[in-house]
Structure formats: C-alpha cells, structure tokens
C-alpha cells in the first residue's frame, strides 16, 4: 500500500512539472522572433498626470535589453513592452491549467506561470492564451518588488504575433514612476499623488510600422 501511494505520488508530481502544451506553442511562436523594430506612441491615463501624448522607437534583439529611441525621454514599466515575454521565461518554470475565461465573446485558456528559480523576479504569473491563433491576450504578472501588473494584448489581424495596441495596468505606488523623468510637458498634483491608499493607472501604447525578422 506505501508503495503505491509513493508511485501515485512521483507520477502526480512529474505531471505537475509539466509545461503547458498550448504556452509551448506560444512561446515557440514567440522564440522565432529574432528582432523587430516599431514606432510606439504612448499615452498615461492617471487621474493626478497630465501628460501629452509621447512618441518613440522601440528596438529589439533576441537575448538583450530591449532599447528605446526618443527626442522626449520616457520611462515605462518594462513588464509592459515585454511583448516577447523573454523576461518571463528566462528562468525554469512550472504551469497550471486554470481553465476557461471568456473575453470579448472569445473563450481564452489561462495558464499559470510559476517560476522554479528564485532568480526570476516574480512570483506568479497567469497568461490568457487564444490558442487557435497561438498567441497572448492577457497577462496579470505579480512581481516581488514593483507590484502588480494586467497586460491587454490587442491584435489588429489573426496573423500577427505582435499586438497592435497595449494597455498596461498597474499600481503607482509600488512601481514608484520617476515622476521627474516623464519628459516635456508632463504636469503632477502632488496633493493627490501624496494621498492616502493604492493608486491605479494605466499606459496605452499603440504600435505602428513593425519590422519584425524571424527564423522561419
């Protein structure tokens, strides 16, 4: 009987160490992927900032910091321009299968990121995948230091495998935005910002003039 409970457990474990067959689809599409360039123009929506819209170039090459070009310095949240999720691999990592949810009329399969490796810098990550197109819809990364992120992925064909449109959603407090560096033109309430309690906001990007180059 102890035999059998220790096999039904080793087999038990071995399937929980495996990694999603649909993300593994996914994530091949995305690891072919070698670099791609875009022009971003992004836009805050905070309730304390008003900042005019920004405009820059985003270069990236597979296996190095992804690199911004702009005449009007912006910092933004990486864990919302990393569209290759490089970062959310780069370590061994366990998933689990969370099941269905719908959005937009579309059933999405969720997927649980759980990184082995107390390298990785965050704790848990769930993605949306639509796996008839093999592609991420959103993500919602719980990272150890900077709070938490939601990541929308709009597509403007079933083609792309790169987003058209980003919203990325996160608390101000944790991520402390460098306020100072938002560039030109940028104004702050600080009696708002100074308040008590989690503020929310988001950043919209909107992608335009890919080039994208790919092992295939």
């Known amino acids: 009987m102890m035999r059998f409970v220790f096999l ?4 038990l474990n071995a399937a929980a160490q ?3 067959a649909d993300l593994l689809a996914v994530k091949s599409r995305m690891d072919a992927i070698t670099a791609f360039n875009v022009d971003l123009q992004l836009d805050v929506d905070v309730s304390f900032i008003n900042m005019p819209t920004k405009y820059a170039k985003m270069v990236y ?3 190095k910091p992804t690199k911004f070009e702009s005449t009007d310095f912006v910092m933004l949240p990486k ?3 990393d569209f290759s999720l490089q970062q959310l691999f780069e370590y061994p990592f366990i998933t689990v299968d969370r099941g269905e949810e719908l959005r937009q009329g579309v059933s999405l399969k969720a997927v649980n990121v759980i990184p082995t490796d107390k390298r990785a810098d965050f704790a848990i990550a769930t993605l949306l995948l639509d796996t008839r197109l093999e592609r991420v819809v959103e993500s919602e990364i719980n990272t ?3 709070g938490t992120y939601v990541v929308v992925f709009n597509y403007d064909k079933e083609s792309e495998i790169l ?3 980003v919203h990325v959603n ?6 402390k935005i460098p306020l100072n560096y938002m560039g030109k033109g940028a104004e702050v309430d600080k009696t708002e910002l100074k308040a ?3 503020k929310t906001g988001k950043i919209i990007l909107k992608m335009t003039n890919y080039d994208i180059k790919t092992s295939l």
């Open 61 to 63: 090459q597979k296996g």
């Open 79 to 81: 864990r919302g321009l």
């Open 18 to 20: 495996e990694v999603d």
């Open 144 to 146: 150890k230091k900077n």
């Open 8 to 11: 039904f457990l080793v087999v």
């Open 163 to 165: 987003p058209d449109m």
């Open 196 to 198: 008590d309690g989690v």
């Open 170 to 175: 996160f608390e101000i407090e944790r991520i």
